[in-house]
T-cell receptor, first 115, second 113 residues
Framework: SQQGEEDPQALSIQEGENATMNCSYK?????LQWYRQNSGRGLVHLIL?????REKHSGRLRVTLDTSKKSSSLLITASRAADTASYFC???????????????FGQGTILTVHP | DAGVIQSPRHEVTEMGQEVTLRCKPI?????LFWYRQTMMRGLELLIY????????DSGMPEDRFSAKMPNASFSTLKIQPSEPRDSAVYFC???????????FGPGTRLTVT
C-alpha cells in the first residue's frame, strides 16, 4: 500500500482562494516532501520538511508536519490559475547511516484553480 | 544545467518488441531513480542506483525489465519483450549526495500496442 495518501483526491477552487491538501503516512519518516506535476510533465520539488520540524514556509507555500498523527498539510495561499497541477507528497525513510534518498509517493491531489 | 534528460520522449511499439529508455542525470548527482506512472497505480519506484550500483530493484515488475548504469552520466531501462500492460510514463530522477530532493526528467511516454 502507498506510504503517503493525499486528501482530497481532487480540489477545485477560484483564483485568489487558498488551497489545502493533506497527506497521511504509515511509518516513521526522516523527511516529507511535496512535489508538483503539471500535465504531461515531470515532477518538480516544491518544499521539504524534516521530521524534527513542525512548519515551513516558502513563498505562498506553507507546510506543516505532525509526526504524532503521521500527517502533513500543504497550504497554497492566494492561488493562481497557474497553480493548476497535481500535487504529491513523498516520504523519505533512511536506514542506518545510508542516505540513498528513496522516496515513496502518494497518489496525489489534482488541484484546479479557475480564473 | 540542462536538468535530467530522457529519451525518447515518446515511444510506440508493438507487443513483443524490445524497448530501451535512456536517462542522463544531472552532472554531479550520484543517485538515480527509475519510476513508472500510471493512472491505476500512480507513481511506482522501479529501481534506484547509488554511485552506479543498483541498491534496490524490488519494484521491477518482472524479469522482462532490466536496468543498467554503466557510468555516472547514463542509465538505461530495458523491457524485453514488451507487453501492452507496460504502457505508462517512465520517469528518471536524480539526487545529489547529502540532499533529499529529487530532480525529475520530462518522462518517456511508452505505448505498447
Amino acid at each position: 500500500s502507498q506510504q503517503g495518501e493525499e486528501d482530497p483526491q481532487a480540489l477545485s477552487i477560484q483564483e485568489g482562494e487558498n488551497a489545502t491538501m493533506n497527506c497521511s503516512y504509515k511509518t516513521s519518516i526522516n523527511n516529507l516532501q511535496w512535489y508538483r506535476q503539471n500535465s504531461g510533465r515531470g515532477l518538480v520539488h516544491l518544499i521539504l520538511i524534516r521530521s524534527n520540524e513542525r512548519e515551513k514556509h516558502s513563498g505562498r507555500l506553507r507546510v506543516t508536519l505532525d509526526t504524532s498523527k503521521k500527517s502533513s498539510s500543504l497550504l497554497i495561499t492566494a492561488s493562481r490559475a497557474a497553480d493548476t497541477a497535481s500535487y504529491f507528497c513523498a516520504t523519505g525513510i533512511y536506514a542506518g547511516g545510508t542516505s540513498y534518498g528513496k522516496l515513496t509517493f502518494g497518489q496525489g491531489t489534482i488541484l484546479t484553480v479557475h480564473p | 544545467d540542462a536538468g535530467v534528460i530522457q529519451s525518447p520522449r515518446h515511444e510506440v511499439t508493438e507487443m513483443g518488441q524490445e524497448v530501451t529508455l535512456r536517462c542522463k542525470p544531472i552532472s554531479g548527482h550520484n543517485s538515480l531513480f527509475w519510476y513508472r506512472q500510471t493512472m491505476m497505480r500512480g507513481l511506482e519506484l522501479l529501481i534506484y542506483f547509488n554511485n552506479n550500483v543498483p541498491i534496490d530493484d524490488s519494484g521491477m515488475p518482472e524479469d522482462r525489465f532490466s536496468a543498467k548504469m554503466p557510468n555516472a552520466s547514463f542509465s538505461t531501462l530495458k523491457i524485453q519483450p514488451s507487453e501492452p500492460r507496460d504502457s505508462a510514463v517512465y520517469f528518471c530522477a536524480s539526487r545529489s549526495s547529502g540532499y533529499y530532493e529529487q530532480y525529475f526528467g520530462p518522462g518517456t511516454r511508452l505505448t505498447v500496442t
